[in-house]
C-alpha cells in the first residue's frame, strides 16, 4: 500500500516537505560560545551568477582537513560534529553561513569565555582562504549565570569596546547584550544571558541574532552603491535641464517657425545618451538594492521574532537598527525611486523630441512634395507647348504628302489645282491631328 501511494505523488511533494525542515537550528544549552562567519561568494563584475560552487569548494577543503565526508555539490545545508566543535553551514544566494558552537566544560565570565571561542580549533590556513570574502564574523556567548541585569551589564564593559551597550529581554527567558562593533580581534559579540528560556529557545535565539547581524551588513551593501551613484544622477540631472533649455531658446530663437532638422537631431542624440547613462545605472543598481530592501525586511521580522521588552538604561535592538539602519535603506529606497523618475523623464523628453523631429520632417516633405507638385506643372506646361508644335510639324509633314500627290497628279493631266488643294488640306489636316491626339490623350488617362 505505502508503495501503491507514494506513487501518486507529485514529482516536488517530497523535496518541498523537505525544504521546511532543511535549515533547522543548533540545539544549545549554556554555557557555550559560537563563532559565526558569513562568507560572500558572489562575484561583482556578474552578480547573477550563484555562489554555491565557490562555498562548497570551501566546506569540502575544512571537511577534509578533519577527515569528514563533505556534502553533495547540490547541498544547500549541513551539520557535523566534530568533537571539539559542531559546524551548521547554510548556503543562500549570496553568501554561506558557518556557525561552529562548542559546549564548556564549566560556566566561565563573558570575558573569559570569549577567549575560548570555536575558531581557535579551526585552521589557520583555511580561514586564510577566505581573505576577502567575509561579511560577518562573530562570536557569541550563551551564558547562565543568575542575577540582576544591571549588575550583569555592568560587568559588560570588560568586553565590548564600545561605548554605547545594546540590551533587552527577548522572548520571555532571555537577555541579548551587544554594541554591533568590531571589536580589535575583527570579530563582533553577543552575549546571550538564559535566565529561564524554554528548551530549544536558547539555539532558536541565538539564530535570530546571528541572522540579524548577517542581514544587516548584507543590507548595507546597498548603500555605497547609492553614494557612488548620487554624484552621477546630478550630473545627469544637470545636463538634462540644460538639454530642456536649450529646447526652449530653440522655440524662443525660431519664433512661430518650427526649429530645422539638424537642430534636433542634436537634442535627440544627447538625449539618447543620457538614456543609455541612466540605464547602465539602473542594471548596476537595482538587483543591489532589491537584495538590501530584501534583507531590510528580514531582519526587521527576526526583531520582531525576539519579542523584546526594555531593559532600563539599554536602548533595545529594535530601537538601534530604526535609528542606524533604516536611514541607510531609506537612502537605498530614495535613489532607487530617483534613477526610476530621472529615467521616466528622459523617456518623456525624448518622446518630445522624436514629435519635434516628426514635425519637422513632415515639413521638409511637404515641400518636397510641393516642389514635385511645381515640377509637374511645369512638365505639363512644357508637354502642352510641345504637343502644340507636334501638331503643327505633323500637320506640315501630312499636308506636304498631299500637295506632293496633287502636283503629281495634275502633271498627269488631271484638272486639279495643286496649291488650292494645298491650302484646303491646312486645316482639316491640322483639325485631324489635333483631334487624333486629343483622343489618345483620354485613353491613356482612362486606361
Known amino acids: 500500500m505505502p508503495i501503491l501511494f507514494s506513487s501518486l505523488n507529485h514529482a516536488m511533494r517530497v523535496p518541498l516537505a523537505a525544504e521546511i525542515h532543511s535549515r533547522p537550528f543548533l540545539r544549545l544549552d549554556a554555557p557555550e560560545s559560537l563563532t559565526h562567519l558569513a562568507v560572500y561568494a558572489r562575484d561583482p563584475a556578474d552578480p547573477g551568477m550563484p555562489a554555491g560552487g565557490t562555498q562548497h569548494g570551501l566546506l569540502a577543503a575544512l571537511c577534509k582537513h578533519f577527515g569528514v565526508s563533505a556534502p553533495t555539490p547540490d547541498a544547500k545545508y549541513f551539520f557535523h560534529d566534530f568533537g571539539r566543535f559542531r559546524l551548521k553551514w547554510e548556503c543562500h544566494t549570496e553568501f554561506a553561513s558557518y556557525t561552529f558552537a562548542a559546549t564548556h566544560v564549566e560556566s566561565l565570565p563573558p570575558d573569559l569565555a570569549f577567549e575560548h571561542v570555536p575558531v581557535k580549533h579551526i585552521p589557520q590556513e583555511w580561514l586564510a582562504s577566505l581573505q576577502g570574502t567575509i561579511m560577518v564574523a562573530a562570536h557569541v556567548v550563551l551564558d547562565n549565570t543568575r542575577g540582576p541585569s544591571d549588575a550583569f551589564a555592568a560587568g559588560l564593559h570588560r568586553v565590548f569596546e564600545g561605548s554605547m551597550l545594546v540590551g533587552s529581554r527577548v522572548l520571555q527567558g532571555g537577555e541579548v547584550w551587544t554594541d554591533f562593533l568590531i571589536q580589535s580581534d575583527g570579530f563582533s559579540r553577543f552575549v546571550v544571558r538564559d535566565v529561564g528560556l524554554h528548551e530549544q529557545q536558547s539555539g532558536r535565539l541565538v539564530q535570530r541574532l546571528l541572522e540579524i547581524e548577517t542581514y544587516r551588513m548584507m543590507a548595507l551593501l546597498g548603500l555605497p552603491n547609492a ?80 519579542r523584546e521588552t526594555r531593559i532600563e538604561g539599554s536602548p533595545t535592538i529594535g530601537e538601534f537598527m530604526d535609528r542606524r539602519l533604516t536611514p541607510a535603506m531609506h537612502t537605498c529606497q530614495a535613489i532607487a525611486r530617483r534613477q526610476e523618475a530621472l529615467a521616466e523623464r528622459i523617456a518623456h523628453t525624448n518622446d518630445l523630441l522624436r514629435t519635434r523631429v516628426g514635425i519637422v520632417q513632415e515639413r521638409q516633405n511637404r515641400q518636397i512634395l510641393q516642389s514635385m507638385n511645381a515640377r509637374a506643372a511645369q512638365q505639363l506646361r512644357l508637354q502642352q507647348a510641345v504637343e502644340g508644335l507636334s501638331v503643327a510639324a505633323i500637320s506640315y509633314y501630312v499636308v506636304g504628302l498631299f500637295s506632293y500627290a496633287g502636283k503629281a497628279a495634275k502633271a498627269a493631266g488631271m484638272p486639279l489645282n495643286a496649291d488650292l488643294a494645298t491650302g484646303i488640306l491646312v486645316p482639316l489636316v491640322a483639325a485631324g491631328v489635333w483631334l487624333g491626339l486629343r483622343r489618345m490623350h483620354k485613353s491613356m488617362h482612362s486606361a
Open 227 to 306: 553614494q557612488q551613484t548620487t554624484p552621477e544622477l546630478n550630473i545627469i540631472e544637470s545636463e538634462l535641464a540644460t538639454l530642456t533649455a536649450a529646447m526652449v531658446e530653440i522655440d524662443r530663437s525660431n519664433g512661430h517657425q518650427l526649429s530645422t532638422a539638424d537642430d534636433e537631431q542634436a537634442l535627440l542624440t544627447t538625449i539618447t545618451g543620457l538614456a543609455a547613462r541612466v540605464e547602465k545605472l539602473s542594471l548596476h543598481n537595482n538587483y543591489r538594492f532589491s537584495a538590501s530592501q530584501a534583507y531590510f525586511s528580514l531582519v526587521h521580522a527576526r526583531i520582531e521574532e525576539l
